[in-house]
């Protein structure tokens, strides 16, 4: 199949949609099926993808990492300097471009029911399309002047999405926050790109004249200053994989319509920053690598944690989004490429249907909450919800009743589909042994970061293994805490419970393919053959055993016979055994405990929220000050709104009176001398210089002025005193002089 | 060149003589007094002169036995001087503040004292130098004070004299020195024995200093240079408008001619003893700046003018402090642009005493609004002051600044160019009252067809000039002639 | 007598003028101020062309001739002037002729 | 062919001031409208015509017009002045667009822009010293006047702000093109004002003008009479005064030309001639080697957080104007291709953008007759296509990616880097106050509830459109492919005399 072709369409078709509905607003009108010209393009792109795909199957080794093929032409052609601009198509790409297409199609074809009767109903779509087009662009550029540009446009569209209903504040403030926040990251990827075109003049990626070729041959000297490169470049993915400390932006973002947090929020926006990540994994070094581990380590954790507490259905899943996205940094930290992809893939989909099933009981729920009243943007109201980020409450003051679970329950008799669907999402997410995707993608990382401690006997990445291990257990618990409180048990809110009804077909039809997506079939065939693992020139393991181990981890768990993967590198046996010998080590002690994990996560929320054999409330009211702590999120938005925001605007407040005041102020400074050296004229002098040099200046040539005014007194003799003044004075300087 | 032998080449004198006389007897045989006919007689006399002058031609011969030169540096200068005097004219004309019945007087008194500047420009001798000086001065004493039952008038008059008196009589004082050092009064002379006295190393310094600061003091008040000048303003508000513009312009000129003849080639070999030229510095320095800073707070558009033409003075002086040829080049175009600008200023300020009868800025408001065309061309005028482009104004500032960097006095430059910016405020406090303020009173200003043809002839050039100043250049290239060594 | 007494008194005929026309109080006594300087002017002319320019070189004389022909015509025009100050003011002192100033 | 482009506003003012009667404002707009087209359709063939491949000036015209002084009439293009030249023609009619609601002496109002617009041309054209710099102050009048008669509240206060600092700089820089002037040759060797030769001549060593010290004076000469223009810190306060005051099409001539006029002077004069003295102040080392990349630190840096502090909203486009100028100076400084190209992209870009930020703020301002931020709110619903185009402009101006700002900015600090680490990384705290205040601006005026004042504000209306839409896409597709301009002066770069 024919590449670039293909890619300018997947490019194009969204692009023109967009552009179909900008141009037509100029002249201030809307074509009202907007939703069918973008969800066309859409399913074009997916078409394309999909044959794309098929060269992936054609010829699996050449289109790894190191065969990829490349497109680009000459973007800012300076002279000396060369900005390229290209298409980059490896087995990678391939995944990405079928994972983006799929749920970007299946949320246009959910929000067709969702948003129905949405008075910018047009808009919306408009703005899918523009999203997918930037989230497209990003996955090809074959360089990182290309990822960054795509990588910005997503940013906005996301702004636009979530400020999709700005009359709210809420809305309004969530955007804001959102860009802000990731623009703070994007600018430590900018300056990583600085330093990265510094040294190599180029920000292409491949290719001989690439930074990974040129980069492969720096030498220890420099891997300071290239793993601060790599940090920095980190920093975009942080901002935009919503990883501790950048990671308050994505609850907030819930704020806007759900479909936009399944398929921004959940899918594939912020699962770009681990794309990022994994792309520039060959330059990562030791130190940058556990720099990333460590904080998708943190950000596992901490998330999973926050996530146990909150009661907004939408809040749990951007949590343990949040959290899934901790776990893919972690594996590539962990220096399994193929690991991290792999969860993103699998989390792409299942975390899109919790979204679009949560997004269908909120429809169903909004529905029964607003039974009287039709009013039109329904889906509109049913996002709506508190972001006060101070409610320390514990109540459910705020919130939605439609989101606040502690209102569901029972549902699965009202909404089987969706209840359903969404069991098979939770349990793939929980990690389910075999049967589930979700199991096959954690595991993998559980087993790398875990060989990693094993072969290396590094601590650091026992500790990591450990938070994984108990953010697995907290996952399995919250989201199951989730399923119980929501479809399980008996309605906790009669009236509500009965207007509840289950989503129409088009909002369905998306659930049961996601959920089709979410066992293992597609994800595991797509990526056991086709995506290889890159070299990490800079980090010093014996260098077969790296490059083995990504590929080993997944046969293993594959369950392709490990003499199989020896023989793909006979000449390596010995190092081969080696690294098998610690591989299977890690991976017999995982395999169990994730078994261990699921039944330990399952039961306790059953326990507390199936069978109540414990009251949630009785262990909060024990652990208050850890409840506290969880309920306000670590208090991160209290410490940037208060304390950076703050300080910044400060900052600029004072500046804003400095430049008036100040630079019109050296001003008072000289200003005083001037007024001490002719006291006379104070009377210059009394209204204070407010607004200038010049009136400055003005100031004090008019009372200079002024002064020579009264010298001319008009009378005769004083000026001819002047007269003999001057020339007695003249005779005498000159006279001194010569 | 012996009396006899010169008198035709001292025709132009002569009949500006017998034109004075004859207005005189016009008037006093003329039924009807105060008519215009003195004035157009002046005129023609001023027409004749300069043609006459012309005529003569500009090939230097020592007239009188070496009393006064004719030279093309004079020729120059009559020509400015000629023309400023009709200019003066054609506004008495049009000046509504001068009395009818004394007009004859009036306007022989302005021929005289073209007869005086004449002889400031061609005089080489210090006797013919005291003398036209004091023609000039006295007449124009008498000039300034014509506005009878005009208090400021007398007042300016009074001042004038006092002051004047003195700093000639300073002069003359300062003259009598160089003569008892040097033995002659022919400047020529004089110059070549101070030369022969510096060499031989015979000479008192202190006495060669006294001489040039005292006779710097009568050429300082004529070109109205710091510390002499403060008698300008008030003699400038108190005399009638034309007096005041004809004084600004045509005075300074014949003052700089004057001043040029005596330090160049006079005294240019003092200059090793006595560094009059920085003396001379200095003073420039001085006279712009104070004359800048003092126009800022001035409310009467005459006195702001005034101590434009202070600064202005200042301005020309720095071209006389080089010593070079480049640098006296400039002082002759700047004068010629010069004449144009400020007289054209001072002909708006004529019209609009007359119409509004108001000399402050308050005047001034709205003026664009009530007569377009007055106040667009008082702006042109104002901002070729202040020397911006395209307006003639900045090709004069321009060959000045040349001359002095090259010089490389960039002191002197700076502290020229910084009054520059000054000297757009005040001058913009004018182009801001007729423009950007609205007037009192709004119904339109009507003026004589030749009021506004006379306005275009000082407009064009302005313009003009501003944008092909080359001929300026070889015009004073060639008036120089050999005045410079 | 020599060159120098003759400059010396010039010199302090000068300096009298000077003096008289800064502290008079009368526009008249200003005028003999202006007189004395010309005076002492003239003195100078005359004394240099006795002593400095050549026995049959006498511009020295004549220039101090003309010298009191001009200041002659100078007091005739200050009087006049004087008078018209008087009539406006009714004073001539000149302290109060001090309307035009700053 | 330039001088026709210079003179025929000229031209066009004399018609509206003497062939047009007062009563027919109509008349006289449309007749300067098609004027101002005349010098945009010789722009446009002249980018098209000009021949990218070569690195000198081009359609030159070179005749003497004062001899005493050697003066020459020499107009001539390259790269350099080919795009800012096209800037101010496109411009010039949408000017007059903006400026179809003005009432008082709607000609007097036109044939000053008129006359501007030949002051802008000629000066972007001019290849000798003293044409240059006739140009360079026969900007001021008509700005004084327009800014002053037909400008806000405090109109005459920021007109002759304007004036006086422009003036102040202009005369140090008379001095040193003075200097220049006589140092280019002797009393013998005929002096010259003709820029390429006397870029020359500074490059020839041993001659007089090749001197560093004297290179550093005349350097310091000029740089402070663009800096003035430009406007770099702390010469900047004129800016928000006059920007604020000027009527709307004045304001988009400030920020789009008349601010150009600084940097692009800086890049003729300051850069090309006197590289010795540029050398001086941006090699890095010494007291002064940082001096030119601090300067455009600070213009970002504090320029963002002033406009972060705005609430009038042309003031907070005229301080954004200061920190974008800030991108051109730290480019300027790095002196290599990469600074230099990002430097003049964003002279142009930023021409392009503060132009449409300031006709949208006319937009608002003259249905709400107000320019307080927080006096908005929610005008998204009422006025969706004016929020559209507000929406990419504001994003174009914090440099998103895939719009012209971006790319700009991007080469410069790109450029920056590889010699004022540390300066550049401070820099880039630019870009995320930057997006703070034009976010922070975007809430308050259309998020958020409708304000009741206006609940039936207008749409913006066709001929606003108009004004807007070309520079919208010239914003686009610059960002999708800048080398369009970057082909037109990548040669004339190559020859600036560059550091890499």
Redesign the interface.
């Known amino acids: 199949m024919p590449i670039v072709p293909l890619i300018s369409i997947i490019l194009l078709a969204p692009l023109a949609a967009f552009a179909f509905f900008a141009l037509l607003s100029l002249t201030g009108r809307n074509y009202s099926r907007q939703d069918l010209v973008s969800t066309v393009a859409m399913l074009i792109a997916f078409v394309c993808a999909v044959l794309l795909f098929t060269n992936v199957v054609a010829e699996p080794d050449k289109l790894s990492h190191d065969g990829a093929e490349i497109h680009s032409l000459t973007w800012l052609p300076l002279g000396s300097v060369n900005f390229s601009m290209g298409f980059l198509f490896d087995s990678v790409t391939a995944v990405m471009l079928l994972v983006v297409t799929i749920v970007s199609s299946l949320v246009h074809i959910f929000s067709i029911g969702y948003m129905h009767g949405d008075p910018r109903y047009p808009r919306f779509f408009a703005f899918l399309s523009l999203f997918s087009f930037s989230m497209l662009f990003l996955v090809v550029s074959d360089n990182l002047l290309g990822i960054y540009i795509g990588w910005e446009l997503v940013g906005v569209c996301s702004y636009l999405l979530i400020g999709f209903w700005f009359e709210e504040d809420a809305p309004a403030n969530a955007c804001k926050k959102a860009f802000m926040t990731t623009r703070v990251g994007d600018v430590g990827m900018f300056i990583g790109m600085m330093m990265l075109f510094t040294k190599f003049r180029t920000l292409s990626l491949y290719g001989d004249e690439g930074i990974f070729a040129l980069a492969s041959n720096l030498t220890a000297g420099d891997m300071t200053w290239l793993s601060v490169a790599g940090v920095l470049i980190f920093c975009g993915a942080v901002g935009k994989s919503a990883q501790i400390p950048l990671h308050t932006w994505l609850p907030d973002a819930m704020e806007g319509p759900t479909p936009v947090s399944a398929l921004i929020h959940a899918a594939t926006m912020v699962a770009a920053g681990v794309y990022l990540t994994a792309r520039m994994f060959p330059i990562l070094t030791a130190d940058s690598s556990l720099v990333i581990a460590y904080v998708g380590g943190i950000t596992a954790l901490v998330a999973a944690t926050i996530a146990i507490v909150r009661f907004d259905i939408k809040r749990v899943l951007a949590y343990s989004t949040i959290s899934q996205l901790g776990f893919m940094m972690l594996a590539i930290g962990a220096g399994s490429y193929i690991a991290g992809l792999f969860h993103l893939t699998t989390h792409a989909f299942f975390k899109a249907l919790l979204f679009l099933g949560s997004g269908s009981v909120i429809h169903a729920f909004h529905a029964a909450h607003h039974a009287h009243d039709h009013d039109h943007d329904h889906a509109h109201d049913a996002d709506r919800e508190d972001t006060d980020t101070h409610a320390a409450a514990f109540d459910s003051f705020g919130i939605d009743p439609a989101q606040d679970m502690r209102h569901m329950g029972g549902l699965r008799h009202k909404m089987p589909i969706t209840f359903v669907t969404m069991l098979i999402a939770t349990l793939s997410i929980a990690g389910v042994p075999y049967i589930f995707s979700g199991f096959w993608s954690k595991d993998a990382i559980l087993v790398e970061v875990l060989y990693r401690a094993i072969s290396w006997g590094s601590v650091h990445h026992y500790i990591l293994f450990g938070m994984a291990a108990l953010a697995a257990v907290i996952t399995a618990f919250y989201m199951f805490r989730l399923i119980f409180m929501t479809f399980m048990g008996e309605p906790r809110n009669q009236e509500m419970y009965d207007g509840a009804h289950e989503s129409p077909l088009k909002m369905a039809i998306p659930l049961i393919i996601l959920a089709v997506l979410s066992f293992p079939i597609v994800n595991k065939w797509s990526f056991e053959k086709y995506v290889k693992q890159p070299e990490q020139p800079h980090i010093h393991l014996p260098k077969h055993a790296m490059y083995e181990s990504g590929q080993g981890a997944l046969q293993a768990q594959l369950g392709i016979s490990d003499a199989q993967a020896a023989a793909e590198d006979v000449h390596h046996d010995d190092a081969a055994a080696h690294h098998d010998s610690d591989h299977d080590k890690a991976h017999n002690i995982v395999v169990p405990l994730s078994f261990v994990i699921v039944i330990i996560g399952i039961g306790l929320s059953a326990l507390f929220y199936y069978w109540k054999r414990f009251s949630a409330d009785a262990v909060a009211a024990r652990l208050r000050p850890i409840y506290t702590l969880l309920w306000n999120k670590y208090y991160f938005d209290e410490l940037y709104d208060g304390v950076l925001v703050a300080l910044t605007v400060a900052g600029s407040k004072v500046l804003g009176l400095f430049d008036l005041r100040f630079i019109d102020g050296i001003v008072n400074g000289v200003g005083v001398v001037v007024q001490a050296g002719c006291s006379r004229i104070a009377g210059w002098f009394d209204n204070t210089f407010v607004d200038g040099l010049v009136n400055w200046v003005?100031k004090i040539?008019?009372a200079?002025?002024?002064r020579?005014?009264r010298?001319?007194t008009?009378m005769?003799q004083?000026?001819?005193l002047?007269?003999v003044?001057?020339?007695v004075l003249?005779?005498l300087i000159?006279?001194a002089?010569? | 060149m012996p009396n006899i032998a010169s008198i035709p080449y001292f025709i132009p004198e002569i009949v500006l003589v017998v034109f004075a006389v004859v207005v005189i007897l016009f008037d006093l045989a003329s039924k009807k007094r105060g008519g215009e006919g003195a004035a157009y007689l002046a005129l023609i006399g001023l027409v004749v002169a300069v043609i006459a002058a012309i005529v003569i031609g500009s090939e230097d011969r020592s007239l009188f036995l070496g009393m006064v030169r004719l030279d093309s540096f004079a020729l120059f200068f009559k020509v400015i001087i000629s023309v400023a005097t009709a200019a003066t004219v054609l506004f008495s004309i049009r000046s509504v503040e001068l009395d009818p019945a004394t007009k004859g007087e009036y306007y022989a008194l302005l021929l005289a004292v073209t007869l005086g500047m004449y002889l400031m420009a061609s005089s080489t001798h210090?006797?013919m130098i005291?003398?036209s000086l004091?023609t000039v001065s006295?007449t124009s004493?008498?000039l300034a004070?014509f506005l009878?039952?005009?208090?400021?008038s007398?007042?300016?008059?009074?001042?004038y004299?006092?002051?004047g008196?003195?700093?000639s009589?300073?002069m003359?004082?300062g003259?009598?020195?160089l003569?008892?050092m040097t033995?002659?009064?022919d400047i020529m002379l004089i110059s070549s024995r101070l030369g022969e006295m510096f060499s031989q190393g015979n000479v008192y310094?202190?006495a060669v200093?006294?001489s040039i600061?005292?006779i710097?003091?009568g050429v300082g008040?004529k070109i109205a240079s710091?510390?002499?000048h403060?008698?300008s303003?008030?003699v400038y508000?108190?005399a009638p408008i034309p007096i005041t513009a004809f004084l600004s312009v045509a005075s300074k000129a014949a003052g700089f001619a004057l001043f040029i003849r005596l330090f160049y080639s006079g005294l240019q070999s003092a200059d090793a003893?006595?560094?009059w030229s920085?003396?001379l510095a200095v003073?420039s320095a001085l006279t712009m700046t104070?004359g800048?800073?003092?126009?800022?707070?001035?409310q009467n558009v005459k006195?702001l003018l005034a101590y434009s033409s202070i600064s202005h003075g200042g301005f020309l002086l720095m071209g006389g402090v080089l010593l070079t040829s480049e640098g006296l080049q400039a002082i002759l175009i700047y004068l010629i642009i010069y004449l144009f600008m400020n007289l054209g200023a001072f002909f708006v300020v004529i019209l609009i005493a007359n119409e509004v009868g108001s000399e402050t800025i308050d005047g001034y408001r709205g003026l664009v609004s009530r007569a377009p065309l007055i106040a667009v061309s008082m702006a042109i005028f104002l901002?070729s002051l202040t020397g911006?482009?395209?307006l003639a104004g900045?090709a004069g500032k321009?060959i000045l600044?040349?001359a002095v960097?090259?010089e490389q006095l960039?002191w002197l430059?700076?502290i020229g160019?910084?009054n520059?910016?000054?000297a757009?405020?005040y001058y913009?406090r004018i182009v801001?009252a007729m423009?950007?303020e609205t007037a009192d009173d709004t119904e339109s200003l009507s003026f004589s067809t030749g009021s506004l043809v006379l306005l275009l002839v000082f407009v064009v050039p302005t313009l003009l000039l501003g944008i092909?100043?080359?001929p300026l250049?070889?015009l004073s290239r060639a008036s120089l002639g050999k005045l410079m060594g | 007598m020599s060159l120098q007494s003759y400059l010396v008194i010039?010199i302090i005929l000068?300096c009298l003028?000077?003096f008289c026309?800064l502290t008079r109080r009368n526009?008249i006594s200003?005028l003999m101020?202006?007189e004395l300087?010309?005076n002492?002017?003239n003195l100078?002319?005359a004394?240099?062309s006795r002593f400095?320019?050549?026995p049959d070189?006498i511009?020295?004389q004549?220039?101090a001739l003309?010298?009191i022909v001009?200041a002659a015509?100078?007091a005739a025009?200050?009087l006049?002037?004087?008078l018209?100050?008087y009539?406006?003011?009714s004073t001539i002192s000149?302290d109060e002729?001090?309307?035009?100033?700053? | 062919m330039l001088s026709l482009m210079i003179f025929i506003p000229l031209l066009g003012m004399l018609v509206v001031l003497f062939a047009i009667r007062r009563e027919q404002e109509e008349l006289a707009k449309r007749v300067t409208f098609i004027v101002t087209l005349i010098p945009l359709l010789i722009a446009v063939f002249l980018f098209i015509t000009y021949d990218r491949s070569a690195s000198g000036h081009q359609f030159e015209e070179n005749m003497m017009?004062?001899?005493?002084?050697n003066i020459r009439y020499h107009v001539g293009i390259d790269g350099l002045s080919v795009t800012l030249v096209l800037l101010t023609a496109l411009l010039g009619p949408i000017c007059v667009l903006a400026s179809w609601k003005i009432e008082k002496g709607i000609k007097a109002y036109l044939a000053l822009f008129l006359l501007l617009e030949t002051g802008m041309i000629g000066f972007f054209c001019a290849l000798d010293m003293f044409l240059f710099?006739?140009f360079f102050?026969?900007t001021?009048?008509p700005m004084?006047?327009l800014i002053?008669?037909w400008g806000g509240p405090r109109?005459?206060y920021a007109?002759?702000k304007f004036?006086?600092y422009t003036?102040?700089g202009s005369?140090?820089m008379?001095?040193a093109m003075?200097?220049v002037?006589?140092k280019s040759g002797t009393d013998d060797v005929a002096r010259t004002f003709d820029i390429p030769t006397l870029i020359e001549l500074a490059k020839t060593p041993g001659h007089a003008l090749a001197d560093p010290t004297f290179q550093i004076w005349a350097f310091l000469g000029f740089f402070i009479g663009f800096a003035v223009k430009v406007p770099i810190f702390p010469f900047h306060t004129w800016l928000p005064d006059a920007h604020v005051e000027a009527p709307t099409a004045i304001s988009v001539i400030l920020a789009g030309i008349l601010l150009k006029m600084g940097t692009y002077g800086l890049v003729r004069v300051n850069f090309a001639m006197l590289p010795a003295g540029m050398d001086f102040f941006c090699n890095g080392e010494g007291t002064w080697g940082n001096s030119l990349a601090i300067l455009g630190f600070i213009n970002i840096v504090y320029g963002s957080l002033c406009a972060l502090a705005q609430t009038d909203f042309k003031k907070l486009v005229a301080y954004s104007s200061i920190g974008h100028m800030g991108f051109v100076l730290i480019g300027l400084a790095a002196r290599n291709e990469s600074g230099l190209t990002g430097a003049i992209l964003q002279m142009f870009n930023h021409g392009v953008i503060s132009a449409m930020l300031f006709l949208l703020v006319g937009v608002v301002y003259d249905r709400a007759h107000h320019r307080e931020i927080n006096g908005f709110g929610g005008l998204g619903s009422k006025m969706p296509i004016y929020t559209g185009i507000t929406t990419l402009a504001f994003m174009a101006s914090l440099g998103l990616p895939g719009l012209s700002g971006f790319v700009g900015e991007a080469l410069s600090l790109l450029g920056a880097y590889s010699k004022f680490k540390m300066l550049t990384i401070l820099s880039t705290a630019g870009i995320v106050v930057g997006a703070a205040y034009f976010l922070w601006t975007l809430q308050r005026v259309f998020l958020g509830e409708l304000n009741p004042k206006y609940e039936d504000i207008a749409e913006i209306n066709g001929r606003e459109i108009a004004t807007l839409v070309p520079l919208g896409i010239l914003t686009i597709v610059l960002g999708i492919w800048p080398s369009i301009a970057i082909d037109m002066f990548r040669e004339a770069v190559s020859i600036l005399p560059l550091v890499q």
């Not at chain 2, 007398?154 to 001042?159: G, L, R, Y």
């Not at chain 3, 002729?97 to 700053?102: N, P, Q, S, Y």
Request: hydrophobic share 60%; aromatic share 18%.
């Open positions: 003005a040539t008019w200079v002025g002024g020579i005014r010298v001319q008009g005769i004083n000026y001819l002047a007269v003044g001057g020339v003249l005779i000159f006279r002089l010569f | 210090l006797l005291y003398l004091e006295l004493y008498i004070g009878t039952h005009s208090p400021r007398s007042e300016a008059a009074f001042k004299i006092t002051f008196a003195v700093s009589g300073t003359l004082f003259i009598s020195l003569f008892g033995g002659t009064g310094p202190l200093l006294l600061t005292f710097l003091a008040y710091v510390p002499f403060m008698w303003p008030d508000e108190g003893s006595v560094d920085l003396m003073v104070v800048n800073l003092a126009a800022l707070p001035q006195r901002f911006l482009p395209p900045f321009w600044f040349a960097i090259k960039y430059a700076i160019l910084l520059s910016v000054v757009l405020y913009v801001k423009f950007l092909y100043w080359n250049y070889e | 010039s000068f003028g000077i026309v526009a200003i101020g202006i300087i010309l002492s002017c100078n002319f004394a240099f400095v320019t050549p070189d511009s020295g004549i220039i003309f010298g001009l015509a100078e025009v200050f006049a002037i004087i018209a100050i009539r406006e003011f000149p002729t001090d309307t035009l100033k700053g | 017009w004062i001899e005493a002084f710099y006739v102050e026969l001021l009048l004084y006047f002053g008669i109109r005459e007109a002759i004036f006086l003036l102040f005369v140090l008379l001095i003075i200097a002037y006589l």
